[in-house]
């Protein structure tokens, strides 16, 4: 059970680009909100199945059904960028909430650029906390990860700053796993309503429940809530 005393901020992957959706994100976000009541959300892309107008301001509806900020970052479901910004604002996000800086940064196009990778460098100070849509090439996550030179890339940016980054979590693949890299948790959670598979050696295995994560902005824990009713 949450502690009533630490507020929390919630972070939910994937939850609109495949079919059936609307069954299924909402039942995880009101778990989330019943169980956390988390000021904010990040979201580390796909909130929408082809980009479009009517897709965003759906599931945007559902987002306004409490009282709590959803932040997105772009996830290739996402483009076109300008339907996007129309909803959501800038693909990259920089929020902080107490002591902590949330940071999303833009793979929408399945790359992270020399210049997104610099972008993000200027963003980190102490206690951040980094979102995105595509996870780096990690065991069992190369199936559907960023390019080898953007996973580069974007280690070098942990190497530089893991005193400073408490976590990482990645969207993209529809399930959940965590792994670690220079002492920082990464995290993927993208089964947040448009399909929560499961995780064989390097591809999807059988189901698993959706899930969403809960981030404590008083002791920096990170919690696992799953949809199992």
Not at 149 to 164: L, Y
């Amino acid at each position: 059970m949450a502690k009533q005393f630490d507020p929390y901020v919630g972070i939910l992957g994937d939850p609109a680009c495949r079919p059936g959706w609307e069954r299924h994100f909402p039942r995880i976000a009101e778990l989330l909100w019943q169980t956390y009541h988390p000021s904010h959300v990040f979201v580390p892309g796909d909130v929408a199945m082809n980009g479009r107008p009517s897709e965003h301001e759906r599931f945007l509806s559902y987002c306004r059904r409490r009282q709590w900020q959803w932040v997105v970052a772009m996830g290739d479901h996402d483009r076109p960028r300008d339907h996007f910004e129309r909803y959501w604002g800038p693909p990259h996000k920089v929020t902080d909430v107490g002591r902590w800086r949330f940071i999303g940064v833009d793979t929408a196009e399945k790359v992270l650029t020399e210049e997104e990778a610099s972008w993000l460098r200027r963003q980190i100070k102490d206690d951040s906390v980094i979102y995105m849509h595509m996870p780096p090439q990690m065991p069992g996550w190369d199936f559907h990860a960023l390019d080898a030179a953007s996973t580069t890339r974007f280690f070098r940016v942990i190497d530089e700053f893991s005193d400073h980054v408490r976590a990482c979590f990645f969207g993209h693949i529809h399930a959940y796993d965590r792994k670690e890299y220079a002492g920082v948790p990464l995290i993927v959670s993208g089964a947040g309503g448009a399909e929560a598979r499961g995780l064989g050696s390097n591809g999807y295995e059988g189901l698993r429940p959706f899930q969403a994560m809960a981030f404590s902005t008083v002791s920096g824990e990170i919690f696992l809530l799953e949809d199992r009713r």
